[in-house]
């Protein structure tokens, strides 16, 4: 066949810049990064880091103000004592609903490009508003938090201070808890002082379970790199809540969740399994899919996957080792589980060293809240 001098320079052009564009994303894309102790925080141009707005943030962490009823706070949600999570398999919602998912911890959230199970936020700016005017979390809404911060004579001062505002503004609400939640990090944990370079901070078990981690039980396939997530979405075919079989008000919240992120009439109803990364791209291939939840401080997180199904180590060990499950979407589930044939001690190594990617609890107490004031 005769191919054109035009279609052949265009051809050329192609080979010579978009093929090996094409190739070199993917290749990138498909080595595991390399496991390591933690960097710097990265920090956005538009949202410099100060002790004030840090300070602010905080308070704004814990205040209840900024959620519908003002009952409601980021706190409630992502509790200090509870791993800055909560510790039921599905996390607390609104008064008079429940929440749909596990509720995931905050801390080192600073390094995540994807926000949520589903990847749904960017950015820890973008994050905030999403959980604080969501209506089965914070149910808030803009004209009223700004309302309310505008009655609290603290809050003006100090937005004033740091941002120049005349009155609260509600966008520098969501900079402001980021910029707290930046600080909450968790580098200090055995795996983190193996990897500078102290090979007595990880006993032989965890050594045994680090090497299991990366060899046999090929964890390291999707949990990779500094925080140990590649941040990809997958279907490991787990088992649908026990909550959502049991308890009438969950059912009624993934019905709503249903048909808020526009699913067909005949998944809404036949469908019982959170579809995950479908709601969003609504290809089939993505049901069941979610984002790979990092390993650091799940020493204080448990329960653990998206619905919260596992309640320890051992049991998401045996479940990997199993080669995953199986729940309504499991056409899609991962080709990389397989069952993985560990001995009753290679379990105990590998709960070992996953015990060593959490240091010391991160505490903190609540702060106090400065009180409602009539307007100058």
């Not at 925080?41 to 003002?70: M, T």
């Not at 596992?310 to 199993?322: A, H, P």
């Not at 702060?367 to 009539?374: G, I, R, T």
Request: glycine share 8%.
């Amino acid at each position: 066949m005769k191919i054109s001098k035009s279609i052949s320079k265009a051809g050329f052009i192609l080979s010579v810049f978009l093929i090996p564009a094409f190739i070199s994303s993917h290749a990138l894309a498909d080595k595991n990064a390399p496991l390591a102790a933690l960097g710097a925080v990265p920090v956005p141009a538009d949202n410099k880091q100060s002790a004030a707005k840090v300070e602010l943030g905080k308070l704004l962490f814990f205040d209840p103000r900024i959620g519908g009823d003002a009952s409601v706070s980021c706190a409630d949600c992502h509790s200090p004592k509870q791993g800055w999570g909560f510790n039921d398999p599905l996390s607390r919602g609104y008064p008079g609903v429940i929440h749909w998912r596990n509720s995931q911890t905050v801390i080192n959230s600073a390094y995540l490009g994807k926000l949520f199970w589903a990847g749904s936020a960017k950015s820890l700016e973008a994050q905030a508003p999403s959980a604080a005017l969501g209506a089965i979390s914070g149910n808030g809404e803009r004209d009223m938090i700004e309302a309310r911060l505008a009655f609290i004579p603290d809050y003006v001062k100090r937005f004033r201070n740091v941002f120049g505002d005349r009155w609260p503004r509600v966008n520098n609400v969501w900079k402001a808890i980021a910029a707290f939640e930046r600080t909450l990090i968790h580098d200090n944990t055995p795996f983190d002082k193996y990897m500078r370079g102290d090979k007595k901070a990880l006993s032989a078990e965890q050594v045994r379970g680090l090497k299991l981690f990366q060899g046999k039980a090929n964890c390291i396939e999707c949990h990779n790199g500094p925080l140990l997530t590649d941040q990809k979405y997958y279907n490991l075919g787990v088992p649908t809540a026990e909550e959502w079989q049991t308890n009438g008000m969950a059912q009624i919240t993934f019905r709503y969740e249903q048909y808020a992120k526009g699913v067909t009439e005949e998944m809404y109803r036949t469908v019982n399994e959170d579809a995950g990364l479908y709601y969003r791209t609504k290809q089939k291939r993505d049901k069941g899919k979610f984002r790979t939840p990092p390993l650091r401080y799940t020493a204080y997180t448990a329960p653990f996957m998206h619905n919260g199904s596992f309640f320890d180590f051992d049991e998401i060990v045996e479940f990997y080792n199993e080669g995953g499950g199986k729940n309504d979407f499991s056409a899609n589930k991962t080709k990389l589980l397989k069952p993985l044939k560990l001995s009753d001690q290679e379990k105990e190594d590998l709960v070992a060293f996953l015990e060593s990617l959490s240091g010391p609890e991160i505490k903190m107490v609540t702060p106090k809240l400065s009180p409602y004031a009539p307007l100058d």
